[in-house]
């Protein structure tokens, strides 16, 4: 089954790191670039870290802060989250895309983070 599952979400308080992860199975996840989003309700959904081979793209407003990370040899990637502000309350979605893969984009469900005392 082709699906990606995120898990690491919850509650977290104001300046925590919390580690998020994403598997992908169904999938030929090497050929894959990797992606972090994030939507608070109401507004869009916002890319704010990607990966794709040995490279990683951030936006400025998590770059410094956030880790994006993978591992091709289980199908999963990461997401660490340091000093976490209570802006950070989220949906987090894990996304994936292969250039190679004609009509390949995917989604996770997303998981929930909580930034509260």
């Known amino acids: 089954q082709v699906q990606l599952v995120e898990s690491g979400g919850g509650l977290v308080e104001p300046g925590g790191s919390p580690r998020l992860s994403c598997i992908a199975s169904?999938?030929?996840?090497?050929?894959?670039?990797m992606a972090w989003y994030r939507q608070v309700a109401g507004k869009q959904r916002e890319l704010f870290a990607t990966i794709d081979g040995g490279s990683t793209q951030y936006t400025d407003s998590v770059k410094g802060r956030f880790t994006i990370s993978r591992d091709n040899a289980t199908n999963m990637v990461y997401l660490q989250m340091n000093d976490l502000k209570p802006e950070g309350t989220d949906v987090y979605y894990c996304h994936a895309v292969s250039p190679y893969v004609a009509g390949s984009a995917l989604w996770g469900r997303g998981t929930q983070v909580t930034v509260s005392s």
């Open positions: 169904g999938i030929i996840f090497r050929i894959y670039t």
